[in-house]
Structure formats: C-alpha cells, structure tokens
C-alpha cells in the first residue's frame, strides 16, 4: 500500500490526536472517510445540488435533511375538502425525486364563506391542520401517479432542459 505524508499545523494537532482516538488508531481509515463524504458533497454542490432541510409530520414533526436540485414548485387546490397541496419537487444526486408536501386549510376562499369571518377561520386553524410530508420516488413513472398534471409536465421539461444544457435551460428570445 503506497504511503502518503500528511503535515499538519501546530495548531491542528489536537484535533488530529481526538480522531485517532476515537478511530481506534485508526485514522487513516477516519481520514479516507472525511475524504470521500467531502468529494460526495463537493461534486453534488457543483452539479448544482444543496444540501436540503424540510420538517415532516402532522402533530409530532421531525426535520428530514437530503441533497437536492429543485425542479419545480406548484399549487393544487381542493375546494370541496377547503384544503389546498403545496409541492416542492427535488432531483437527488442518485437520480431519484423527492418531493416536499405541504397540505394546509385553503385560505384563498376565505372572502367568499359569509357564514365565517376571517377572524374566526383564523382561531380555527391549529397547527395540527398542516401535513408535511416527504415522498421519494425511484422513476418519473412512479412519480406521475403523485403530482397534478401540470406539475409533472414542468417536471419533464426541467429535465429534458437538464439533460440537453447540463441544467440550464436556453430561452431563443
């Protein structure tokens, strides 16, 4: 096995001793480790992927972190159910779609329910009427199933961009 030499600072030193006291001795192995997680990290942030953190849950809520591209954002609206489904659609760096959900009260209709006053509609929203969810989904097949028709179109077409243009898409105006 080839050997390397690394130098570190004075001032480094004592970091240097925790990580191979906590490697067991072994802080070549810790040190090849931090390596790769940095490469990983710097070849997702270049290809355009950050580090993304969204909370999950309706009551007991939890906060999800992944390495992202947003492709595309929307809004779906249900009326009859008063609620409304806000999308945040991701690309990861392993090829799959995360999405990010938010379904709340739909607050755009609140003018045209004379028997509610905002004031009231706004003392009956608790936090608990708010569901965020994160989905992953391995393909674009499985993933239009789960959007409306019009997001999973902007979806294709940030792709399509994506694949041509290396991630920009180039406007002929």
Request: aromatic share 12%; glycine share 6%.
């Amino acid at each position: 096995m080839p050997n390397r030499t690394i130098y570190v600072a004075d001032a480094d030193l004592p970091i240097f001793e925790k990580a191979q006291q906590l490697a067991g001795g072994n802080l070549s192995a810790t040190i090849a480790a931090a390596l790769r997680r940095f490469v990983e990290r710097e070849e997702a942030r270049r290809a355009g992927f950050e580090e993304v953190t969204v909370r999950v849950g309706k009551i007991a809520r939890v906060y999800k972190r992944f390495w992202g591209r947003l492709l595309a954002r929307g809004l779906s609206r249900q009326p009859e159910r008063g609620r409304e489904m806000s999308y945040r659609i991701y690309q990861t760096p392993k090829g799959k779609f995360a999405v990010y959900l938010r379904e709340g009260p739909d607050w755009s209709d609140w003018r045209y329910r004379p028997q509610q006053t905002w004031l009231r509609r706004e003392w009956a929203c608790w936090p608990q009427d708010y569901d965020y969810r994160l989905e992953i989904y391995d393909s674009l097949e499985e993933l239009r199933a789960h959007l409306p028709v019009e997001l999973y179109e902007a979806v294709c077409q940030v792709m399509k961009a994506n694949q041509e243009e290396e991630g920009v898409e180039f406007l002929d105006i």
